[in-house]
């Protein structure tokens, strides 16, 4: 691996235990005939995943590098900002591991990695638009898996949910030290 190699890897959120929690919840839900989005993709992990099951799997990310990684690890991708480049009822499933660790105002985040990680004062930053317009892209019976972590305020983003149509139910849960991860499966109401 060369310096820009290893420079761009460490421009793109690489797979952990949050990628690792969204990934299995998307495997077991996703059907060999789903159109699946793969929103943030970073490496591309979980939409490697996802593909393994057959389904079309596509993913996007405002990061060249994260588009350039992912498209080295075999997934369509599309440089976009979260669910804007694609028409309505387009997908069965769209999966999303946002941003959502709070950040203060005055800590900038004025790199990629940074990017992927900040989710504003709340968390929420990323979250509560892309809960706005998922619901555009998603097909009549399609859902989403959002991860989501206790830090950003589950239960508003719970609340969020639902204000934009979404009934809510956690489909996978894991602890740590300092937060508690959950996979939260939205679908139409």
């Known amino acids: ?9 460490d421009d793109v959120y690489q797979a952990a235990e949050d990628s690792a929690l969204l990934a299995t919840a998307a495997v077991a839900a996703a059907e060999p005939t789903d159109r699946v989005l793969d929103v943030g993709t ?18 996007t990310d405002r990061n060249p ?12 991708t599309v440089r976009t900002d979260l669910t804007t480049a694609f028409a309505a009822d387009a997908f069965d499933l769209v999966t999303f591991n946002p ?16 990017m992927a990680l900040s989710g504003g004062e709340t968390g929420r930053a990323v ?7 998922v619901g555009r892209v ?13 830090l950003s305020g589950v239960e508003a983003v ?7 149509g979404f009934a809510s139910e956690t489909v996978s849960e894991e602890s740590f030290p ?7 499966r939205l679908s139409k109401e």
């Open 99 to 114: 941003p959502y660790l709070p950040t203060e105002p005055d800590e900038a985040v004025d790199d990629w990695m940074g």
């Open 65 to 76: 590098h994260a588009c350039r990684q992912a498209r080295d690890a075999g997934i369509e």
């Open 127 to 133: 979250i509560e638009p892309f809960i706005a317009d």
């Open 42 to 59: 970073g490496s591309g992990y979980v939409a490697a995943r996802v593909n393994e099951t057959g389904a079309r799997v596509v993913g």
């Open 1 to 9: 691996m060369g310096l820009d190699d290893r420079r761009e890897r």
């Open 158 to 164: 719970v609340e969020r949910a639902a204000d934009a």
């Open 178 to 184: 300092f937060e508690t991860l959950s996979v939260l």
């Open 138 to 150: 998603l097909a009549p019976e399609g859902r989403v898996l959002l991860l989501v972590s206790t």
